[in-house]
């Protein structure tokens, strides 16, 4: 089955700072890859996802890079602001498997003031 | 719109007893997943339904657990007998079929579920 790899665990950066978070995957057949945000206590929200025919996406401040030759996926946000610190978890899946997710492990986000 | 709902939102109960988890999916969504987080590890996948039937079941960790789906609108997932490793956030998910603009699912806000 699918395994997707999450780096780093926890991430702290400086507010304006960039934030980088990365995972990979070991499924050539996943073409789904969602990211989603969790803040303590909430549900997980989708906050950008790339399809396998596309190799970047940008949504304001948040980007998504995919490497289907490496099977590598990254998440970018750019001007870190402290509401953005909370979990997030990269997710790949396959449609033909009826896009259930394969999430790595998380990233916990603190964005200092 | 209403969002997807899971009650109760925690549950405490006794090595041994049956616990039943609720998810009332967005009205119209004909797929609808369970997930579960154990602590400190990744959300995994434990099955999917299309309407009320199952479409892939292949992460219900052992035959204790029981996921329903009658009428294809709210499911149910049953742990019967409970055991400590139980615990954990369990998240429902549902989204339409077929998918627009990939914007995926909506989860719930989840059960908490301790055993003790």
């Known amino acids: 089955g699918e395994n997707v790899e999450q780096h780093p665990s926890t991430l702290s950066v400086q507010e304006g700072d960039s934030a980088v978070i990365k995972c990979t995957y070991s499924d050539s057949a996943s073409n789904y890859f969602p990211w989603y945000k969790q803040e303590l206590g909430k549900r997980p929200q989708l906050i950008i996802d790339?399809?396998?025919?596309?190799g970047e996406k940008k949504d304001q401040r948040i980007a998504v890079t995919l490497n289907k030759t490496a099977k590598h996926f990254s998440l970018h946000i750019t001007e870190t602001q402290p509401e953005d610190s909370a979990v997030y978890f990269c997710a790949a899946s396959n449609s033909n498997s009826g896009y259930a997710l394969n999430f790595g492990k998380g990233t916990s986000l603190l964005v200092t003031p | 719109e209403a969002g997807v709902t899971q009650f109760p939102s925690h549950s405490v109960i006794e090595k041994g007893q049956t616990v039943t988890l609720r998810c009332d999916p967005i009205s119209g969504h004909d797929n609808l997943y369970w997930y579960r987080r154990v602590m400190g590890k990744e959300i995994k996948f434990l099955l999917h339904f299309v309407k009320e039937s199952k479409q892939d079941e292949s992460g219900m960790p052992n035959n204790r657990f029981l996921a329903e789906r009658t009428g294809g609108t709210y499911s149910t997932l049953k742990v019967q007998p409970a055991e400590l490793e139980d615990s954990g956030v369990y998240f429902c998910?549902?989204?339409?079929?077929?998918w627009g603009r990939g914007y995926g699912y909506t989860f719930g806000s989840g059960t908490r579920l301790t055993v003790v």
């Open positions: 790339i399809r396998s025919n596309v």
């Open positions: 998910a549902s989204s339409q079929v077929p």
